[in-house]
């Protein structure tokens, strides 16, 4: 096992994506089990903060550590099994993203789960419930979830199956390998009907497999996941269309996330079942324009979809498809359509450069992002986003919006040039995430809380439902090692530790 203690040789732990910093006396890199539950004893006997590391791709601080130690899930890295036959796959933690969906499709197989940046690790996604593009059509990465193997704070071992531990009602009890029994009161409160990944899983009779997705790291360490598999699509049908009206792509996203709706309910006479439908702004496409100069420069709005096909549907697809942009005075002429897998891939890259080109930006300027992950109800989600754009408008605040409009799941980037607009940028952020809240939405659709936005969480929750949260992981981690200062504040674990 790997230690490294000179801080010039971990630096690129101390920080994100998003340009959070933190400081840590050591990291761990273990490469094996034993490793693992070897440092986390040591951890929880000596009160070490503990702070557990994917690959860096996070905007929330969530890795980043607030003292203490880190533990890199960078070695356990090994691709255990797919079943072709079962459709089903075996994964360490550490293993890249990309490297496993590559592996998935050569054995002809797909994983929908699609984050923007695909070299974090797939512990991580899980440790996030991280979503993307195609979380419109296929969900999240909790679907994919069939079991995981979590080592808790102490060294401890879960061993869980989907289907297998049950709570009865809220309350649910696990058995580790050791033997040891370990008591939970499941929070219990209502969680937004959207997209969401703000704080713990909420349900009543609750899969114990649920209670660790989306923990970030708080709950216990994700060594290994039995992921379900699906059959690889035969084609996918990926298109931008450009508007010189931004109501037109709004309106455009809006009709087609309702007859792919349609579809899921059983309706196929609709044809239209988009896997993703994403939007940028005229202030994205501008943003973009020096590393994409033929994006028309009359475009207001652009959306990004896509749709898998069969040869046999291929044509009434693509005239379903090309009537529903023209109903909304999409020029197909000046649409970017894949006519195969080169192309696709270039779609896929103009999607995510919108997202390393802010974090570029932040990086230059010295400021921390700060780019809403903020979703909405369906019938919602018009209003909110013309709330969004008329602050930061009127605030003189530069930006640009872009995201995951199917799931009525915005990012609005705001980009301050020095630490007095970042000020200002932080307040307006606050504004819009309690005007999320207020419509019935979330603070968080897809990034999860981390350290950057727990006072959000608590605006969302309130205090009664955080010491809930705060319970669940006392009962796991009575020291409080794991994730420090994630979800939630340190003062509602320091609570329960003080003596009556």
Same mark, same amino acid.
């Given at each position: 096992?790997?230690?490294? $203690?000179?801080?010039?040789?971990?630096?690129?732990?101390?920080?994100?994506?998003?340009?959070?910093?933190?400081?840590?006396?050591?990291?761990?890199?273990?490469?094996?089990?034993?490793?693992?539950?070897?440092?986390?004893?040591?951890?929880?006997?000596?009160?070490?903060?503990?702070?557990?590391?994917?690959?860096?791709?996070?905007?929330?601080? *969530?890795?980043?550590?607030?003292?203490?130690?880190?533990?890199?899930?960078? &070695?356990?890295?090994?691709?255990?099994?797919?079943?072709?036959?079962?459709?089903?796959?075996?994964?360490?933690?550490?293993?890249?993203?990309?490297?496993?969906?590559?592996?998935?499709?050569? *054995?002809?197989?797909?994983?929908?789960?699609?984050?923007?940046?695909?070299?974090?690790?797939?512990?991580?996604?899980?440790?996030?419930?991280?979503?993307?593009?195609?979380?419109?059509?296929?969900?999240?990465?909790?679907?994919?979830?069939?079991?995981?193997?979590?080592?808790?704070?102490?060294?401890?071992?879960?061993?869980?199956?989907?289907?297998?531990?049950?709570?009865?009602?809220?309350?649910?009890?696990? $058995?580790?390998? %050791?033997?040891? &029994?370990?008591?939970?009161?499941?929070?219990?409160?209502?969680?937004?009907? $959207?997209?969401?990944?703000?704080?713990?899983?909420?349900?009543?009779?609750?899969?114990?497999?649920?209670?660790?997705?989306?923990?970030?790291?708080?709950?216990?360490?994700?060594?290994?996941?039995?992921?379900?598999?699906?059959?690889?699509?035969?084609?996918?049908?990926?298109?931008?269309?450009?508007?010189?009206?931004?109501?037109?792509?709004? %309106?455009?996203?809006?009709?087609?996330?309702?007859?792919?709706?349609?579809?899921?309910?059983?309706?196929?006479? %609709?044809?239209?079942?988009?896997?993703?439908?994403?939007?940028?702004?005229?202030?994205?496409?501008?943003?973009?324009?020096?590393?994409?100069?033929?994006?028309?420069?009359?475009?207001?709005?652009?959306?990004?979809?896509?749709?898998?096909?069969?040869?046999?549907?291929?044509?009434?697809?693509?005239?379903?498809?090309?009537?529903?942009?023209?109903?909304?005075?999409?020029?197909?002429?000046?649409?970017?359509?894949?006519?195969?897998?080169?192309?696709?891939? &270039?779609?896929?890259?103009?999607?995510?450069?919108?997202?390393?080109?802010?974090?570029?930006?932040?990086?230059?300027?010295?400021?921390?992002?700060?780019?809403?992950?903020? *979703?909405?109800?369906?019938?919602?989600?018009?209003?909110?986003?013309?709330?969004?754009?008329?602050?930061?408008?009127?605030?003189?605040?530069?930006?640009?919006?872009?995201?995951?409009?199917?799931?009525?799941?915005?990012?609005?980037?705001?980009?301050?040039?020095?630490?007095?607009?970042?000020?200002?940028?932080?307040?307006?952020?606050?504004?819009?995430?309690?005007?999320?809240?207020?419509?019935?939405?979330?603070? %968080?659709?897809?990034?999860?809380?981390?350290?950057?936005?727990?006072?959000?969480?608590?605006?969302?929750?309130?205090?009664?439902?955080?010491?809930?949260?705060?319970?669940?992981?006392?009962?796991?981690?009575?020291?409080?090692?794991?994730?420090?200062?994630?979800?939630?504040?340190?003062?509602?674990?320091?609570?329960?530790?003080?003596?009556?």
């Amino acid at each position: 096992m790997i230690i490294k $203690t000179d801080k010039e040789e971990f630096a690129s732990f101390l920080s994100d994506a998003a340009n959070f910093k933190g400081d840590a006396e050591a990291v761990y890199f273990p490469e094996n089990e034993e490793e693992l539950k070897s440092i986390l004893k040591e951890c929880a006997l000596k009160g070490i903060k503990t702070t557990i590391a994917g690959n860096g791709t996070g905007v929330t601080g *969530a890795r980043v550590p607030q003292g203490g130690v880190v533990i890199s899930t960078s &070695k356990l890295n090994r691709i255990l099994e797919i079943n072709k036959e079962n459709k089903f796959a075996l994964v360490e933690g550490g293993v890249l993203l990309k490297d496993f969906q590559d592996a998935v499709e050569a *054995a002809g197989l797909f994983y929908p789960p699609d984050p923007t940046e695909r070299n974090c690790f797939v512990g991580a996604t899980i440790a996030t419930n991280a979503s993307g593009a195609r979380t419109f059509k296929y969900g999240p990465t909790r679907n994919y979830v069939m079991g995981l193997r979590v080592i808790l704070a102490g060294g401890d071992a879960l061993e869980l199956e989907r289907g297998e531990v049950l709570a009865d009602g809220y309350k649910l009890e696990l $058995t580790a390998d %050791s033997g040891r &029994k370990i008591k939970i009161n499941v929070p219990r409160y209502e969680m937004p009907p $959207t997209k969401n990944t703000a704080g713990y899983y909420s349900k009543e009779n609750i899969d114990a497999v649920d209670l660790f997705i989306g923990s970030e790291g708080t709950l216990g360490v994700i060594y290994s996941a039995k992921l379900r598999l699906l059959k690889l699509p035969a084609e996918i049908l990926s298109c931008v269309q450009f508007f010189n009206e931004e109501d037109d792509a709004l %309106s455009f996203i809006e009709e087609a996330r309702l007859l792919s709706y349609q579809i899921a309910g059983g309706n196929e006479n %609709s044809l239209i079942d988009a896997r993703g439908l994403e939007f940028f702004d005229s202030n994205s496409l501008r943003f973009m324009e020096s590393t994409y100069n033929n994006i028309p420069k009359a475009a207001k709005g652009a959306v990004w979809f896509e749709q898998e096909y069969s040869p046999e549907n291929e044509k009434i697809i693509l005239d379903k498809w090309s009537a529903l942009i023209a109903k909304h005075r999409g020029n197909i002429e000046n649409a970017w359509i894949a006519f195969n897998k080169a192309d696709y891939e &270039k779609f896929k890259d103009f999607r995510h450069s919108i997202s390393w080109q802010v974090n570029e930006y932040c990086t230059r300027n010295g400021v921390m992002k700060v780019g809403t992950d903020t *979703a909405v109800p369906h019938e919602m989600f018009r209003e909110f986003y013309r709330f969004c754009v008329k602050l930061v408008t009127e605030a003189n605040m530069n930006y640009v919006a872009y995201g995951h409009a199917g799931n009525s799941h915005i990012h609005l980037n705001m980009l301050p040039a020095n630490h007095e607009s970042y000020t200002k940028a932080r307040e307006l952020y606050g504004i819009i995430c309690r005007k999320a809240v207020e419509l019935g939405g979330t603070v %968080s659709a897809e990034h999860g809380i981390g350290k950057l936005k727990k006072g959000y969480l608590l605006d969302m929750y309130g205090e009664e439902n955080i010491r809930q949260m705060a319970k669940l992981k006392y009962s796991l981690d009575p020291g409080g090692i794991l994730g420090p200062g994630n979800i939630f504040d340190e003062k509602y674990i320091n609570e329960l530790r003080k003596p009556l």
